[in-house]
C-alpha cells in the first residue's frame, strides 16, 4: 500500500507545484496575433487582469525550477491583447506597456523676444502731435515744447 501512496503523493506534490508556477518555456509558445483564447489554454489563468487604453494585459508569474529554494523566485511575465490577440509579450520591462509609468517632457528652447520699442522706432509725427497737445493743454510751457521737440528730433 505504502509503494502507491508515495509515487502518489510525489506526483502529486510535483504537479501541483508545476501548475502552481508553470515554466517560463511555456511563453515561447505564445505568438504575435494569437487568439487570447489560445493564449488562456496554452498559460492557463492568469495571476491578475489590468487593462489600459485599449489593451489587456493577462499577467502570470514563473520561476525557473519547482522549489524556490535555490533563490529562484517568482518573474513577472505579461502578455498584452488588443482587438482579442496578442499584441505584445514578455517580461515586465520587455515593452512599454509592462514599465513602471513614465512621463516625457519637452522642454520648448525657442526663445521668442518681444520687439523693442526704442525711441528710433517710435512714430515721429504721433510724438510730436502729443507734444503739442500738451503744449495746448498748458500742461508744458513753449519752452519745455521746443526742449522735448529738440531731443524727439535729434534720438531720430
Known amino acids: 500500500m505504502s509503494r502507491l501512496i508515495i509515487p502518489f503523493l510525489a506526483a502529486l506534490l510535483t504537479g501541483c507545484m508545476a501548475m502552481v508556477f508553470g515554466t517560463a518555456d511555456q511563453l515561447n509558445k505564445i505568438s504575435i ?11 492557463g489563468p492568469p495571476k ?30 505579461y502578455v498584452a491583447i488588443r482587438d482579442g490577440k496578442v499584441s505584445n509579450f514578455g517580461r515586465k520591462g520587455d515593452f512599454d506597456s509592462a514599465k513602471n509609468p513614465a512621463q516625457r517632457i519637452e522642454i520648448d528652447q525657442t526663445i521668442h523676444q518681444q520687439p523693442t520699442t526704442s525711441p528710433k522706432s517710435k512714430d515721429l509725427y504721433t510724438e510730436l502731435n502729443k507734444l503739442k497737445d500738451l503744449k495746448d493743454s498748458g500742461a508744458i510751457t513753449e519752452t519745455e515744447f521746443n526742449t522735448l521737440k529738440k531731443k524727439l528730433l535729434a534720438d531720430q
Open 33 to 43: 496575433g494569437m487568439p487570447k483564447q489560445e493564449v488562456l489554454s496554452i498559460l
Open 48 to 77: 491578475s487582469i489590468a487593462a489600459n487604453e485599449g489593451l489587456e494585459y493577462l499577467q502570470y508569474s514563473w520561476v525557473k525550477t519547482v522549489i524556490a529554494a535555490d533563490g529562484n523566485f517568482p518573474q513577472d511575465y
